[in-house]
Each structure stands twice: as structure tokens, then as C-alpha cells.
T-cell receptor
Framework: AQKVTQAQTEISVVEKEDVTLDCVYETRDTTYYLFWYKQPPSGELVFLIR??????QNEISGRYSWNFQKSTSSFNFTITASQVVDSAVYFCALGSWGKLQFGAGTQVVVTP | DSGVTQTPKHLITATGQRVTLRCSPR?????VYWYQQSLDQGLQFLIQ???????AKGNILERFSAQQFPDLHSELNLSSLELGDSALYFC?????????????FGPGTRLTVL
């Protein structure tokens, strides 16, 4: 069975602080994809990043960066220099043959 | 804006009723997915259609059904509604059905069953 665990329920930071969101996954598939989505207070789900299981290279995209470690089944996500607009629920998801298995989400609150 | 549209945005109905939620995928996308987001269950995959055919099924109740039409829009039908069906229903679309695809989500339909 596939499972995604986001142990952090809520993280509160002050603007300009960095925020790291943890994600641990379980799968028996050898090929899979990992995603991060953002759900702002308005409710829509916004795609942020995708990483496949064969590519453990960590990247930075603007203020976002991610750390994929297959050995520990973790796919952590960092927001650098957080802004108030980053306040949202962030979901980690595991993709396999069309179905996305989502974690419970982490609420990020950024205060000025 | 993801390019995926969903109507209506809000729906309020009574127990025992039937409703239809509509989704139009992004231009060029052949796959449509439905998800339910509720406080107790989180985000749950319901069903996937690819080019008019059902491709994958998740935790979808027998009271729920979906279809994808030749113009690729999709409808999710919910019948004999119960209070517990109150949730945010998302539609997503992707280019094809491969596991590599990124799913882009619509704004959702918030269903309230009274």
C-alpha cells in the first residue's frame, strides 16, 4: 500500500524566516513521482514541483527548494525567506499510474 | 489559473437528493480525475477517466458515478446524498494517463448537504 506522511500539522514563522516541510512516503513501486501542491485560503490546489524516483538531484526554483532522499523515503520542501503570501496548506503527494496519494497537509502561517 | 474549470462553485442541497458536478479539463488534456477533500478523510482520489474510458478507481462510493463525454468534459454524479458527503470536490486533468503526468486542479465545487 502507498502512504504519505506529513508529520507537521502546523508551522508558524515570521516573515523572512525559512520554512522546511517534511514528507515521508511508502511505496513498493520502483518508479514513482512525488509532488508538492499548495492550497491557499482561497481553496484551489496549486501545483508547485514534481520529482521522479530516478532523479535525486536537489534543485532550487526561486524561493522553493527540495531535498529528495530515496534512502530515507523523504521528499522535503523548503521555502526560503517566507512571505505572508506563502501562508497556505502544503500537500505532499505520491503519484502512481494516475492516482495521487496525498499526505494530510501542513498548515504554514507566515506573520509579518 | 490552471485552465481547469468546475461548475458550480458552491452547491447546497438536502439529504437524499442528487447533484451533478461538472468539469472541463485544460485544452489538450485527455485525462480527468476526481478527488474529494473532507476534514476527516483529507484528499481522496475517487476516479480517473482517460479519453472517455474509466481508467482507475479509488474510494468512490456506489452512490457516486462519473463519466467523460466525447468533448472530454466530465461529470460527477452524487446521489442519495448524506450529511457526510459534504466536502470540496476537485477535478484535475493531465495530458495522458501516465504516472509521469502532472495533474492540474480546478478551483473545486464545495458541496454542502443539509
Amino acid at each position: 500500500a502507498q502512504k504519505v506522511t506529513q508529520a507537521q500539522t502546523e508551522i508558524s514563522v515570521v516573515e523572512k524566516e525559512d520554512v522546511t516541510l517534511d514528507c515521508v512516503y511508502e511505496t513498493r513501486d520502483t518508479t514513482y513521482y512525488l509532488f508538492w501542491y499548495k492550497q491557499p485560503p482561497s481553496g484551489e490546489l496549486v501545483f508547485l514541483i514534481r520529482r521522479n524516483s530516478f532523479d535525486e538531484q536537489n534543485e532550487i526554483s526561486g524561493r522553493y527548494s527540495w531535498n529528495f532522499q530515496k534512502s530515507t523515503s523523504s521528499f522535503n520542501f523548503t521555502i526560503t525567506a517566507s512571505q505572508v503570501v506563502d501562508s497556505a496548506v502544503y500537500f505532499c503527494a505520491l503519484g502512481s499510474w494516475g492516482k495521487l496519494q496525498f499526505g494530510a497537509g501542513t498548515q504554514v502561517v507566515v506573520t509579518p | 489559473d490552471s485552465g481547469v474549470t468546475q461548475t458550480p462553485k458552491h452547491l447546497i442541497t438536502a439529504t437524499g437528493q442528487r447533484v451533478t458536478l461538472r468539469c472541463s479539463p485544460r485544452s489538450g488534456d485527455l485525462s480527468v480525475y476526481w478527488y474529494q477533500q473532507s476534514l476527516d478523510q483529507g484528499l481522496q482520489f475517487l476516479i480517473q477517466y482517460y479519453n472517455g474510458e474509466e481508467r482507475a478507481k479509488g474510494n468512490i462510493l456506489e452512490r457516486f458515478s462519473a463519466q467523460q463525454f466525447p468533448d472530454l468534459h466530465s461529470e460527477l454524479n452524487l446521489s442519495s446524498l448524506e450529511l457526510g458527503d459534504s466536502a470540496l470536490y476537485f477535478c484535475a486533468s493531465s495530458v495522458d494517463q501516465a504516472r509521469t503526468d502532472t495533474q492540474y486542479f480546478g478551483p473545486g465545487t464545495r458541496l454542502t448537504v443539509l
